[in-house]
């Protein structure tokens, strides 16, 4: 059955279109500012972006599942010179996505079409940012809450990187749960972090969490830029709080 792809003008902003799929709002898109990032867990994932890796070197980000190419526009505005991998499932979507919304001129992004699961482990690695937004019509396949998978985008990362996932959840945390259990499984040392609205992370409402994972520890201030600059209102958790909402009490 075929699928109803659209792009609709949001009444927001000037430029902006959002990315519908079957009338589900998959992705937004600022063409004319590649910065402006409308959806509230996209914003959040910009502030990993910003402070991950330095900015004497251009970074080589993986993207796993593309949607409208959003943080990748977004990566190739604030990063120049930036290496970036989109892996994409659906080629009708992204085709439909490059025909409507091209990338810009000097954008060095290199879309694939294929399975997130089986392309990881064609990957060499190298990679100073892994960003998984792995969704269709809200769910998100089984394998992103695997220890197999987690640890394979863990060893696409190199000296310093850093995982963000994007979490849509219900409420009850149980996604995040899965998906942040699975990273500490796969990489126990691994520091980990969740930033959304303090609403979906008390677990009272549904909504998108952003879990970040880093190896050799989270990017300097991270926390802090999370909750200083939003979106508001905004709320961290680490640490022992962290490990309260995943493993209970102890």
Known sequence: MARHIEFEADV??????TLLVDGT??????????????????????????????????????HLGGGALTLARYVAATRPG???LVVELDRELLDAV????????????????????????????????VIVDLYANLQAPAFVATVEFMGGCLR???????????????????????QARAIARAAPAAALLVAGDPTVLSGAEEGNAVLVAAPDGLPHGLRERLLAHGPHPAEVLDGDRLDFVLWGAC
Do not use: C, M, W
């Open 156 to 178: 696409l990362l190199s000296p310093g990187g850093v995982l963000a996932v994007n979490v849509a959840d219900a409420a009850g945390l149980g996604r995040l749960r899965d």
């Open 12 to 17: 927001f902003s000037k430029h902006g279109l």
């Open 25 to 62: 709002a998959q992705s937004h898109v600022d063409p004319l500012d590649p910065t402006h990032l409308f959806f509230e867990y996209t914003r959040r994932i910009g502030h990993v972006i910003d402070a991950s890796g330095t900015t004497d070197a251009p970074p080589r980000v993986l």
């Open 98 to 129: 490059l025909e409507r919304l091209p990338l810009p001129e000097g954008a060095h992004v290199d879309p694939v079409v294929g399975d997130a699961a089986s392309v990881i482990v064609t990957l060499d690695g190298g990679f100073d940012l």
């Open 82 to 84: 930036a290496s970036q």
